[in-house]
């Protein structure tokens, strides 16, 4: 098929290699364009526009849809389909109209569960234990499209954001490459109007840890915001993130106190064990060797 890729971050280069080693035509490659980064603030492309580069793909890369000059680009490509795929801009009807079949979705939850930005962050963070993959065709609405095909997929007690973002990044692409050979033959279902939840974008604010939490909930923050933005408490003054942890339900004490001289620290209910730490300005680092440059010691406090 004749395909226009629009994609922008690292989750959506595994989709764009698995459409062209199917074989699919990517007439054009859509992506958020370069920004400012690293200390010299030099553009840097993302990471489906560098991808795209080395396929030897045609790039673009407008900020919005607004012009009607990249309207009438995007309909000149006289496309089969779209696949979008993390995209980072909303597309008006006249784009989501263009190609032949439409503009396909893939969708890293199981929908209508968790719509929105944040899907991957938002199961880990509510202790669901299941996620999975959608293929939707898209409409005007926020994630509200029939839906084509759905794989599931279980959230492991120790999957963090970092780990399932690339479970999910290889289960879309290997599940948008079979929906595309089988096309004709697919109903699209409308999603059940029951059990929408709207996963809305991470603030930086609600990543502070709170030990007076059951400890259930504390990990499932800590997993679900790690690696970015990473939960974080202070010791000593100091702030430091926790990126990984496991509920410790036989071991209670008072809370945000260590409980022991491996990191088990007191909450509302039960505690935590801290697996996974780092400091400003420094590597995240496994509990043993964090200690060795920063010890931490039984009976002391976080956020005291």
């Not at 979705?105 to 938002?122: C, D, E, K, Q």
């Amino acid at each position: 098929m004749k395909i226009v890729f629009m994609g922008t971050p690292e989750f959506s280069v595994p989709v764009l290699d698995a459409l062209v080693a199917a074989g699919h035509e990517i007439v054009s490659v859509y992506c958020q364009p370069p920004r400012p980064a690293g200390r010299g603030k030099k553009e840097r492309p993302t990471p489906v526009h560098a991808r795209a580069n080395a396929l030897g793909l045609s790039v673009r890369h407008p900020v919005n849809f607004k012009q009607a000059s990249d309207i009438e680009a995007f309909h000149d490509l006289q496309a089969d389909i779209a696949v979008v795929v993390a995209y980072g801009l909303l597309l008006p009807p006249a784009i989501l109209k263009a190609p032949k079949h439409g503009c396909l979705n893939i969708h890293a939850s199981l929908l209508p569960r968790w719509r929105g930005a944040a899907p991957i962050h938002r199961a880990i963070m509510e202790g669901d234990t299941q996620t999975g993959t959608c293929i939707m065709q898209m409409d005007a609405g926020l994630d509200t499209g029939e839906v084509l095909a759905r794989r599931e997929m279980p959230i492991e007690a120790i999957d963090t954001t970092a780990s399932l973002h690339d479970k999910l990044s290889a289960q879309g692409a290997d599940l948008i490459v079979e929906v595309l050979s089988n096309l004709p033959n697919l109903v699209p279902e409308p999603q059940p109007e029951q059990g929408v939840t709207y996963a809305k974008k991470i603030d930086k604010a609600e990543a502070e840890i709170d030990w007076s939490e059951p400890a259930e909930r504390v990990d499932h923050k800590i997993r679900g915001l790690s690696p970015f933005p990473g939960a974080w408490s202070v010791h000593n003054g100091e702030r430091i993130k926790v990126l990984l942890s496991c509920h410790v339900p036989d071991q209670s004490g008072p809370i945000g106190r260590v409980l022991s001289n491996d990191l088990v620290v007191g909450c509302g209910k039960d505690s935590v064990r801290l697996l996974k730490l780092q400091r400003a300005g420094k590597s995240a680092q496994e509990t043993e060797e964090f200690l060795r440059g920063y010890p931490i010691s039984k009976d002391d406090i976080f956020n005291g």
